[in-house]
């Protein structure tokens, strides 16, 4: 099983976007994988050009405008930080295997919820008479079984909302899709979708229906679908 840990801090997930929270709000500043961010140089614009004394001294640096130090490069990593064991792909999600569980929970060891992509149909055949036709060229149908622990509102969220409004996608050349939704509202009835939101203590299992360029491609949920944020990634 693979574990997926989001770190979390006053009953609230940060989902790698500092400043999400549960009402929805969203921060825009998106945390480094190297754990700290390295110190800025001052903004001031030196007065005139640096000294050029090989050991000058502190009043006359000062004088002479000298700039500030450059600065010292970030540590890497600690093997202690929440972002260590996670292993990220390129588009930073953890790509995810069909049967494969990934977990939902905090740096503590706290589960908040599996989520279990058990088979994922490509060129999918809407079953509804009333659907319209794929617009980006084909539909791809991922079905889902998730599982909320008793403790879900520990989370920072009240319950988990998963529909194909919370999935980014990418075509076969990782260009990402700005419509991943399409046509595919109403490819099937309503009960086959995975019910949305699910609520703590909670088994759910259903489709998400994608509207995706034809060929291989891949998509991603993240949980409350924040941009910046890390989630689990499929591919087909």
């Known amino acids: 099983m693979n574990k997926l840990l989001l770190v979390i801090g006053a009953s609230t997930a940060l989902i790698l976007a500092t400043g999400c929270t549960p009402n929805g709000g969203q921060g825009s500043a998106r945390p480094s994988t190297t754990g700290s961010s390295s110190t800025s140089p001052s903004a001031t614009t030196p007065a005139s050009p640096p000294a050029t004394t090989a050991d000058p001294s502190p009043s006359a640096s000062a004088s002479a405008g000298t700039p ?9 990593p600690t093997s202690d930080s929440p972002l260590s064991s996670i292993d990220l792909n390129t588009r930073g999600n953890e790509s995810q295997q069909v049967g494969q569980a990934g977990i939902f929970g905090a740096a503590t060891g706290e589960k908040y919820a ?27 149908a991922l079905t889902i079984d ?40 109403g490819c099937v009835k309503s009960s086959e979708l995975l019910e949305s939101p ?8 259903g489709m998400i229906i994608l509207d995706v360029p034809a060929g291989a491609g891949s998509a991603a949920f993240v949980v409350g679908g924040f941009e910046g944020s890390y989630g689990w990634e499929w591919h087909w």
């Not at 500030?68 to 890497?76: I, M």
């Not at 879900?152 to 194909?164: C, H, Q």
């Open 68 to 76: 500030d130090p450059a600065p010292a490069p970030a540590p890497a």
């Open 114 to 140: 599996t989520l279990t992509a058990t088979k994922i149909q490509t060129n999918f055949k809407c079953t509804e008479p009333s659907a319209f036709p794929s617009i980006n060229g084909q539909f791809v």
């Open 146 to 185: 998730v599982t909320t622990s008793s403790n879900f509102a520990e989370s920072g969220w009240p319950s988990l909302a998963i529909t194909s409004n919370e999935f980014r996608g990418w075509d076969s050349a990782g260009k990402k899709l700005l419509d991943p939704i399409g046509n595919s509202t």
């Open 198 to 205: 699910i609520d703590p203590d909670k088994s759910q299992s």
